[in-house]
């Protein structure tokens, strides 16, 4: 028996004289009804092979083995598909176009984290990562399949991904089933954590040559990794950190067709996106098998031209680190990335945390985990806490803000209820306000929200406001009220006001 959204797995043996990753094939095909779902299999060392199975509904499900390899052809099987555990909610999805749910329909809102190679650190050090997420506040984690070389990252990983020759080379024809099981365990741990695995394939930093595989060893290293993970319901597909790095040696026809062997081995269909480098190199998200836009750029205020460019879920991953390393994206303070993060937010889109404060060991949060030293952090766990508790499911600008004219430029947003809606002044200070209020005479509750010390109380609602007049070309409107009432603010930056519908 298995639960609903848990993975089954079913080990077979069978001994092979040649290379059984690349010259054995193994698929079973799982059916229920009339429904069927197909799943590769894959060698997982000596004689070992195996093929894993996420039921998505309950009741008696059947599976046949087909193989090149008699020893693996032909078996058979059944099992049944228990109710999904209490707060196991599925595989995330894109919802109403620009937001994500689960798959029984309860709201995703991403506040993910980056450590690349944290899984190739030291097990105590893995372990200290993982306490630390405990109780920081993320439900996404960006991390690499690969080891990285770059500043900060000098040390040899726990173990290499593909089998070592004799001469300390590595045999890319050969994966090391001992480092892909000690991903896929910690991936499975980052699950009951209720924390999503953003995987991410292939980068540029490296001196092992992973970076520079055959087309074909690339091609069979995607379809393997579709294999293992796909039954995971927590993983996301990042085909590359920073593609366009790698664009010598991986063309982009290369990637459409890595994107195009996912989708071959993964029944699941898991989310699915690549990240840039240059934010002038965006990748074509349009296609169909991207299902959402994974973005690097520090200026989280176009979010609103990537909505409407790509029509898609968009998430600024990287809008640069809080820290104080040496490189320019990793030295802003604390206070700008929270900044940014309701900047995002509050513009109909997601942005992603890292942190990247020097250490004489080189511990780097961004790259190998460990503890957080920053300060940001807390207030995206309180960001997402508020968040979750208003209840909201996704959140759509309101038109008029960050599509008016310069002194309406705050960002604001509704949830997808129609009964609540957020506003952000950011660098903005006004001592009062009105515009992206409600208009009608409905009753509110207005509350004014301090997003760096965290703090919520209830705003001072005053008789609407009369703005000043303003001029269109060469025309002056008058001095009208924009909403049914005002409110009065401390006249200090980085506040937002939430409100609330009670009628």
Not at 91 to 103: E, L, M
Not at 120 to 143: I, V, Y
Not at 197 to 215: C, K, N, Q
Request: aromatic share 12%; glycine share 8%; net charge negative.
């Amino acid at each position: 028996m298995t639960h609903v959204y848990d993975v089954h797995e079913i080990s077979l043996q069978g001994a092979f004289a040649g290379n059984p990753y690349l010259d054995v094939t193994l698929h079973a095909v799982f059916s229920q009804g009339n429904r069927s779902v197909r799943v590769t299999g894959f060698h997982d060392g000596g004689d070992s092979y195996r093929l894993r199975f996420m039921p998505d509904t309950t009741g008696e499900w059947t599976w046949r083995t087909v193989s090149s390899l008699a020893a693996l052809d032909g078996h058979t099987g059944r099992f049944t598909a228990l109710p999904a555990r209490e707060g196991v909610h599925g595989p995330v999805r894109v919802s109403h176009r620009f937001h994500f749910a689960h798959a029984d329909g309860t709201p995703y809102l991403p506040f993910g984290t980056t450590c690349y190679v944290w899984t190739h650190q030291p097990l105590a050090l893995q372990e200290e990562t993982l306490a630390t997420l405990a109780g920081a506040g993320f439900n996404k984690l960006r991390m690499a399949i690969f080891p990285k070389d770059y500043p900060f990252n000098t040390n040899e990983p726990l173990m290499p991904v593909f089998t070592p020759r004799a001469d300390g080379t590595l045999d890319f024809d050969r994966p090391n089933p001992e480092a892909f099981r000690h991903f896929e365990t910690q991936i499975a741990r980052l699950a009951e954590m209720g924390i999503e695995a953003d995987v991410i394939l292939f980068h540029p930093y490296d001196r092992w040559g992973y970076a520079t595989m055959s087309e074909a060893q690339n091609r069979a290293y995607v379809a393997h990794v579709a294999a293992r993970l796909s039954a995971y319901r927590n993983v996301w597909w990042s085909l590359a950190n920073e593609y366009d790095f790698m664009l010598n040696t991986i063309p982009m026809e290369s990637w459409d067709g890595y994107c195009h062997l996912i989708e071959e081995h993964d029944p699941v269909r898991h989310l699915m996106s690549i990240h840039n480098g240059d934010p002038r190199m965006n990748y074509d998200h349009r296609k169909p098998w991207i299902s959402h836009v994974c973005i690097q750029n520090w200026d989280v205020k176009r979010m609103p031209e990537w909505r409407q460019a790509y029509g898609k879920p968009v998430v600024d991953d990287e809008p640069e680190y809080e820290g104080n390393i040496w490189p320019a994206w990793g030295n802003i303070t604390a206070e700008e990335l929270v900044h940014r993060f309701w900047l995002a937010l509050t513009r109909g889109g997601y942005a992603g945390h890292g942190e990247t404060y020097a250490d004489p060991q080189d511990i780097i949060w961004w790259a190998k985990g460990g503890k957080l030293k920053g300060e940001a952090w807390k207030r995206i766990a309180f960001l997402r806490r508020l968040l979750e508790e208003s209840g909201v499911t996704g959140l759509e600008p309101l038109s008029g803000l960050v599509d008016g004219w310069p002194w309406t430029r705050v960002s604001g947003v509704a949830d997808l209820g129609g009964r609540l809606r957020f506003l952000y002044f950011g660098e903005h200070q006004p001592l009062e306000w009105t515009t992206g209020l409600p208009t009608d005479d409905g009753r509110y509750a207005v509350d004014l929200i301090d997003t760096w010390n965290m703090t919520i109380e209830p705003a001072e609602q005053v008789p609407p406001l009369v703005q000043h007049p303003t001029r269109h070309g060469d025309a002056v409107r008058g001095g009208v009220a924009d909403a049914a009432f005002g409110v009065r603010l401390p006249g200090r930056p980085h506040l937002a006001l939430r409100i609330r519908r009670l009628d």
